[in-house]
C-alpha cells in the first residue's frame, strides 16, 4: 500500500482524483474501455467533485455503485443513489452506471448485480474508510470469505451513529439497519484501489488499519494485502499512523 498525505482535504480530494482519473485514462488506452467503483460520504464530497472535471472519456466508462440502504427510498437526502446522480452521473456523459435498487426484491437485486460485475472487471475503485474501520458497509467483524459480489449485511451501531453524527437523519432511530454491499473479496479484485480518508474523526480507525494486524475486526485492514493501493489521508486523519512519510 502507498500512502500519501497531504495538509488538507482538499489537497488530498485533488490528488486522489487525480490518481484515479490516470489510472481510468490508462485503462481506456489499453483497451478501450474501463469499469470503475465509486463510494459516496460526507469524505468523497470533494473527491467526487475533481473527479468529473478530469478529462476522462467517460462515454467509455462503466460504473458501479459501492453499497446502498435498504428500506430507504432513492429520494431521501441520504440515498447513495441520490448522492450519486446528483454528484456524478448527471454530471459526466457516463456510458453506463449500474445503481443498486433497494426498492427490489434484495436477493433479484444483488443476482443482477453479480452477473454484471463478473462480466466487467474492475479497473478503479474508489473507496473510503468508516470511523468503525469499514469497508464499503462491510462492518467489524467483516466476511473475509465470500466470493459473493454483492452481499445483505447488517450496520453495526458505530456505523450508524457515523451516518447520524454527519448530519444524513435526524435520529439514530431513523438510521437504516441493513444494506446491500459489495463484499470484501470483490473490492479486492478491483486493479487499483484509491482510498480517501479525510479528517479527525477517521485518525483512530486509520491507526489501527495501519499499526494493526489484518483481521475482519479491523475490515479495510485487508487493504494492506493488495499491491496496487493508494491510500490518501490529510494531517488529521494520520495523526496516529507510525513512521509513514508525506507527499
Same mark, same amino acid.
Given at each position: 500500500? @502507498?500512502?500519501?498525505?497531504?495538509?488538507? &482535504?482538499?489537497?488530498?480530494?485533488?490528488?486522489?482524483?487525480?490518481?484515479?482519473?490516470?489510472?481510468?485514462?490508462?485503462?481506456?488506452?489499453?483497451?478501450?474501455?474501463?469499469?470503475? /467503483?465509486?463510494?459516496?460520504?460526507?469524505?468523497?464530497?470533494?473527491?467526487?467533485?475533481?473527479?468529473?472535471?478530469?478529462?476522462?472519456?467517460?462515454?467509455?466508462?462503466?460504473?458501479?455503485?459501492?453499497?446502498?440502504?435498504?428500506?430507504?427510498?432513492?429520494?431521501?437526502?441520504?440515498?447513495?443513489?441520490?448522492? #450519486?446522480? %446528483?454528484?456524478?452521473? &448527471?454530471?459526466?456523459?457516463?456510458? %453506463?452506471?449500474?445503481?443498486?435498487?433497494?426498492?427490489?426484491?434484495?436477493?433479484?437485486?444483488?443476482?443482477?448485480?453479480?452477473?454484471?460485475? #463478473?462480466?466487467?472487471? /474492475? %479497473?478503479?475503485?474508489?473507496?473510503?474508510?468508516?470511523?468503525?474501520?469499514?469497508?464499503?458497509?462491510?462492518?467489524?467483524?467483516?466476511?473475509?470469505?465470500?466470493?459473493?459480489?454483492?452481499?445483505?449485511?447488517?450496520?453495526?451501531?458505530?456505523?450508524?451513529?457515523?451516518?447520524?453524527? @454527519?448530519?444524513?437523519?435526524?435520529?439514530?432511530?431513523?438510521?437504516?439497519?441493513?444494506?446491500?454491499?459489495?463484499?470484501?473479496?470483490?473490492?479486492?479484485?478491483?486493479?487499483?484501489?484509491?482510498?480517501?480518508?479525510?479528517?479527525?474523526?477517521?485518525?483512530?480507525?486509520?491507526?489501527?488499519? #495501519? &499499526?494493526?494486524?489484518?483481521?475482519? @475486526?479491523?475490515?479495510?485492514?485487508?487493504?494492506?494485502?493488495?499491491?496496487?493501493?493508494?491510500?490518501?489521508?490529510?494531517?488529521?486523519?494520520?495523526? #496516529?499512523?507510525?513512521?509513514?512519510?508525506?507527499?
Amino acid at each position: 500500500m @502507498e500512502i500519501i498525505i497531504s495538509e488538507t &482535504n482538499q489537497e488530498l480530494s485533488i490528488a486522489a482524483a487525480k490518481s484515479g482519473a490516470q489510472k481510468i485514462k490508462e485503462a481506456i488506452k489499453a483497451k478501450g474501455t474501463a469499469n470503475i /467503483i465509486l463510494t459516496t460520504g460526507a469524505s468523497q464530497l470533494e473527491m467526487l467533485n475533481q473527479l468529473v472535471k478530469e478529462d476522462i472519456d467517460w462515454q467509455k466508462v462503466t460504473g458501479f455503485h459501492l453499497d446502498e440502504y435498504i428500506d430507504l427510498p432513492p429520494t431521501h437526502p441520504a440515498s447513495f443513489r441520490k448522492y #450519486l446522480m %446528483d454528484r456524478f452521473v &448527471n454530471r459526466v456523459d457516463i456510458g %453506463d452506471f449500474f445503481l443498486i435498487n433497494t426498492e427490489e426484491e434484495i436477493s433479484t437485486v444483488c443476482k443482477k448485480l453479480n452477473r454484471l460485475i #463478473l462480466s466487467n472487471p /474492475i %479497473d478503479v475503485a474508489f473507496v473510503g474508510i468508516g470511523e468503525n474501520a469499514h469497508l464499503a458497509f462491510n462492518d467489524p467483524p467483516a466476511d473475509f470469505e465470500t466470493e459473493e459480489p454483492f452481499i445483505k449485511v447488517v450496520l453495526d451501531e458505530a456505523c450508524r451513529e457515523q451516518q447520524l453524527a @454527519e448530519g444524513w437523519f435526524d435520529s439514530l432511530e431513523d438510521v437504516p439497519t441493513m444494506a446491500v454491499s459489495m463484499s470484501v473479496r470483490q473490492i479486492m479484485k478491483a486493479y487499483h484501489i484509491i482510498c480517501s480518508v479525510p479528517g479527525p474523526r477517521k485518525a483512530k480507525a486509520i491507526g489501527t488499519v #495501519l &499499526n494493526g494486524k489484518v483481521v475482519p @475486526e479491523v475490515p479495510a485492514s485487508i487493504l494492506n494485502l493488495h499491491a496496487n493501493t493508494q491510500l490518501f489521508l490529510d494531517k488529521d486523519s494520520a495523526k #496516529l499512523v507510525d513512521s509513514v512519510s508525506s507527499s
